[in-house]
């Protein structure tokens, strides 16, 4: 069973996107919200990703639904453009980098935000509610970066002191057993 938060949450969503949202979460998975766009589409934000779901033909999936997974440590960026009536929400990748011009509305159909894998067409004055939403989003974007950030030098730390012991014991400094004592303490075992 799906449960979300009060508010934006996975209950906004009508029923195409949340048996979608079903078929894309774990046991384990925590959904932290949902806002749901135009035609139906969705954006659901998990403890590690980001679902965004296009159920229907309007969407380009007759009978089903596109869902696309983006996991925060993979996003660039989020951003929200509007226009008179009309706006989307965008989540850049290195895969679905930000376009140059953001008038989607006028844009060809391989630009139009319904069928785009990384949009959510919402209506302008749903972007003043979502705006909370998207600066949690952001947040966690951030703070998952930071964790992949911090991990990276100290495996790079451990390679080098690796590589300290091996040169200490190529020298004769350390004995093989001296070096293989030292190196299970470095690894933890």
């Not at 384990?28 to 033909?57: H, T």
């Not at 939403?133 to 951030?142: E, G, N, T």
Request: net charge positive; with cysteine; proline share 5%.
């Amino acid at each position: 069973m799906i449960k979300g938060p009060a508010g934006e949450g996975v209950e906004a969503l009508r029923w195409r996107a949340k048996r979608h949202v079903e078929k894309h979460v774990d046991e384990g998975d925590e959904i932290r919200f949902a806002l749901r766009g135009l035609n139906g589409q969705a954006l659901v934000a998990l403890q590690d990703r980001l679902l965004i779901i296009k159920p229907g033909f309007s969407a380009g999936a007759l009978g089903g639904a596109r869902v696309t997974t983006f996991y925060y440590s993979d996003i660039t960026g989020v951003e929200a453009n509007t226009g008179m009536m009309m706006g989307v929400i965008e989540v850049n990748t290195p895969a679905f980098p930000g376009t140059t011009t953001k008038d989607y509305w006028s844009q060809s159909r391989d630009r139009n935000p319904r069928l785009q894998s990384n949009c959510v067409p919402i209506d302008r004055p749903g972007l003043k509610a979502f705006q909370p939403y998207l600066a949690q989003l952001r947040q966690w974007i951030r703070e998952s970066k930071q964790g992949a950030n911090q991990s990276v030098p100290q495996a790079a730390s451990l390679g080098d002191e690796l590589q300290k012991l091996a040169s200490l014991k190529e020298s004769g400094v350390l004995t093989e057993e001296e070096f293989q004592q030292a190196k299970q303490r470095l690894i933890g075992g």
